[in-house]
């Protein structure tokens, strides 16, 4: 793996209650402080083949997370994209469409669950530079957007569960996606 410039850190597990509270809006995302945080959760994220990471798994209660999807052996069928930082997000719009699929979290080892998502989010944040933009996400970057936002909400895939058949372990899930690859 390509060497990153941030250092790795620890991650909050469930039962940890920074991942319970809502986080705060950031004011200055130029702050020196704020650009070293992205580059660890950027660095962090890739480390433990994670798609996303938002600031309160890192025990900072600040409204930024990472947009980092890329395959790997835990998402082997995640679309690449350039690690984005989304500061202050507001989500616009959701799609009433929802599709249930295989989510993971980092602050939850071993357990995947069935979650149903918005199949499109229109959003609005801010880049690392201070720009505020606007955009359409689709599928399952727009599943990720909509995981990471509950972050900064308090809120874990956990929570969004129809049904407890729908929890299963990391072990089991390998099982299914390599069937699934056939
Ligand atoms: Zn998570």
Redesign the pocket.
């Known amino acids: 793996m390509k060497k990153q410039k941030g250092k790795l850190l620890q991650v909050a597990h469930l039962g940890h209650p920074i991942l319970r509270k809502k986080s705060k809006e950031i004011s200055d995302t130029k702050n020196f402080e704020i650009q070293t945080l992205i580059d660890d959760l950027i660095a962090t994220v890739l480390e433990v083949d994670g798609v996303?990471i938002?600031a309160p798994?890192v025990y900072q209660s600040i409204r930024i997370f990472i947009l980092a999807s890329h395959p790997n052996p835990r998402y082997p069928h995640a679309p690449k994209m350039k690690p984005a930082a989304i500061i202050n997000p507001k989500v616009l719009d959701m799609s009433k469409r929802k599709i249930k699929d295989w989510e993971g979290?980092?602050?939850?080892p071993e357990l995947r669950g069935l979650i149903p998502r918005s199949k499109s989010v229109d959003v609005e944040f801010m880049t690392r530079d201070g720009k505020k933009v606007r955009k359409t996400f689709t599928d399952f970057v727009a599943r990720i957007f909509q995981?990471?936002y509950d972050?900064l909400e308090g809120k874990?895939?956990i929570d969004r569960v129809e049904s407890s058949l729908d929890l299963i372990s990391e072990k089991e899930f390998q099982k299914i996606i390599k069937k699934s690859k056939k």
């Not at 979290?105 to 939850?108: A, D, E, Q, R, V």
Request: aromatic content about 8%; hydrophobic content about 35%; overall charge negative.
């Open positions: 996303g938002s798994q979290c980092l602050s939850i995981h990471e972050h874990l895939f």
